[in-house]
């Protein structure tokens, strides 16, 4: 099986720019978690998807959205982009039965604000 | 909200000594999963507890959920090179809408 894929895999942007980020999750996998990681801060959670609709949500400003398409890809939205917002931004695909499932992350998009 | 954090945040260890970390939440989880990140790679699922009080085992690395299924460890025996990264620990509350992680331990192996 192939794993999460994510492009692209490094992008560097200015500020005010929005940015797109995509993720297809393993096959079968109806569930993709979204996760800023800076080195300060660790593994911030954004939000997940499951069957297209958001089903939970982090603490992060409305500038950051995403959605999920029919065949579970998933896109994640960074609109007005600050310095801040440089980080690794991973997605992690379950099956999304259950909350007790293995999360299988893709290698990551790393984002770079200038 | 829930918060679930690990200690030490950094290790530096010589190879061939032995490594813990400790996970700790601030509310009972469903269930314990770790996960390792190399450098520069993104985590991958190690090992999951779902029993109050379970011990597994892997090779030299020894994962326990305590009996309020608050806490968790791994510990490390004889380190190696190869077990540099960061250890996350994660898990689902009780609740059962949200996956937590842990705020990593950043393992350093000084050969």
């Known amino acids: 099986k192939a794993g999460v894929t994510q492009t692209p895999r490094y992008l560097i942007k200015t500020r005010g720019q929005q940015v797109t980020l995509s993720c297809s999750p393993i096959s079968g996998h109806r569930s993709v978690s979204w996760y800023q990681q800076t080195p300060g801060q660790g593994l911030q959670f954004l939000f997940e998807y499951f069957s297209e609709t958001q089903r939970n949500k982090g603490n992060f400003p409305g500038r950051f959205s995403g959605r999920q398409f029919s065949n579970s890809r998933s896109e994640m939205n960074v609109s007005t982009l600050e310095l801040g917002d440089s980080a690794l931004y991973l997605c992690a695909s379950s099956l999304g039965q259950t909350y007790r499932e293995t999360q299988y992350f893709g290698p990551g998009t790393r984002l770079l604000v200038l | 909200g829930q918060q679930v954090m690990q200690i030490p945040q950094y290790q530096h260890v010589q190879e061939g000594e032995d490594f813990t970390t400790y996970c700790n939440s601030s509310t009972t989880l469903s269930n314990i999963q770790w996960y390792k990140q190399r450098p520069g790679g993104h985590p991958v699922f190690l090992i999951q507890?779902?029993?109050?009080?379970e011990v597994k085992k892997q090779k030299r690395l020894t994962f326990q959920f305590g009996e309020a299924k608050k806490n968790s460890s791994l510990h490390i025996t004889a380190t190696q090179t190869t077990d540099v990264g960061t250890y996350f620990c994660a898990g689902p509350g009780w609740t059962g809408n949200q996956f937590y992680f842990g705020t990593g331990t950043s393992l350093t192996v000084i050969p």
């Open positions: 507890l779902v029993k109050s009080g």
